[in-house]
């Protein structure tokens, strides 16, 4: 079955800088779009990046320049780098990706920026 687990969250302080991980299993990890999102309390989920299984990349214009999304094929793997963190990123981030019809998400990594 398809699992995402997430790792990499913690406290930073803004301006700081830290890289999310995302171990994929359980499906052909090079051709499915992998998803980033986040949740900060009190406010809905919403999408931070994507990368598709040819490598092309979006971005949520909050975070365009500052965050990096990319995908490692040979160790399914999709990573999120924050640089130049800011309070607002607080957030809950999730790990994403839909495959056969099912939609999958990882359990979460928390992400505390401090002003």
């Known amino acids: 079955q398809v699992q995402l687990v997430e790792s990499g969250g913690g406290l930073v302080q803004a301006g700081g800088s830290l890289r999310l991980s995302c171990a994929a299993s359980?499906?052909?990890?090079?051709?499915?779009?992998m998803r980033w999102y986040r949740q900060a309390p009190g406010k809905q989920r919403e999408l931070v990046s994507a990368?598709?299984?040819?490598?092309?990349?979006t971005y949520a214009d909050s975070v365009k320049g500052r965050f990096t999304i990319s995908r490692d094929n040979a160790k399914n793997m999709v990573y999120l780098q924050m640089n130049s963190l800011k309070a607002e990123d607080t957030a809950v981030y999730y790990c994403?990706?839909?495959?056969?019809?099912?939609?999958?998400w990882g359990q979460g990594t928390q992400v505390t920026v401090s002003s």
């Open positions: 990368i598709t299984s040819g490598g092309s990349t």
């Open positions: 359980g499906y052909i990890f090079r051709l499915a779009t």
């Open positions: 994403n990706t839909a495959w056969y019809g099912g939609d999958y």
